[in-house]
């Protein structure tokens, strides 16, 4: 979030300070380039994602997305600029997760985890079995790095 308030400010204060030096600068120009620095921040601003027993929620600046982690149908990977984890419950509800927030978050990985291993039991989710097996291999190599580098043996 940080980076994305600071990209926006950077990019309307250099436009500006542009402006300013070529002598053109007026209340319509100074409105565009602080447009332009708000949307942005919209387009960068990262989606907060949070979970619970069966949950998984992620809340971006315009809309809220909830997926049943005990309803899963499909867990994908969605590839592009940045790699994202789709995960799509038996109502057709889609929620990208960046692996990255898991990774940094045992806990949230937990709850998706035991809500995945539920859609599992229940038959429902047939597809994504290895997309999750790579995420906790990662959350897991990440734990335990981070469990050396605190005991001093990393």
């Known amino acids: 979030m940080r980076s ?29 380039w602080g ?28 809309r809220e997305r909830r997926v049943r982690t005990d309803r899963l149908v499909s867990v994908r990977w969605r590839e592009g600029v940045s790699r994202c984890l789709v995960l799509r419950d038996d109502t057709g509800v889609r929620v990208e997760v960046d692996p990255e927030v898991l990774v940094a978050n045992p806990p949230l990985w937990r709850y998706v985890d ?3 291993r539920a859609s ?21 190599s990440e734990l335990a790095r981070t469990v050396f580098k605190v005991s001093g043996m990393g």
């Not at 500006?16 to 002598?23: K, Q, T």
């Not at 038959?123 to 079995?129: A, E, V, Y």
């Open 120 to 140: 599992v039991e229940r038959g429902l989710l047939l597809c994504g079995s290895t997309a999750l097996q790579q995420v906790s291999r990662r959350v897991e």
């Open 35 to 62: 447009g332009l620095g708000a949307l942005l921040f919209v387009v960068l601003a990262p989606a907060r994602v949070s979970a619970g027993d069966g949950w998984l929620v992620s809340r971006g600046l315009l």
């Open 4 to 32: 994305a308030v600071l990209c926006a400010c950077l990019l309307c204060g250099a436009l500006l300070l542009i402006d300013a030096a070529a002598g053109s600068l007026a209340v319509w120009r100074i409105a565009l």
């Open 114 to 116: 035991e809500g995945a």
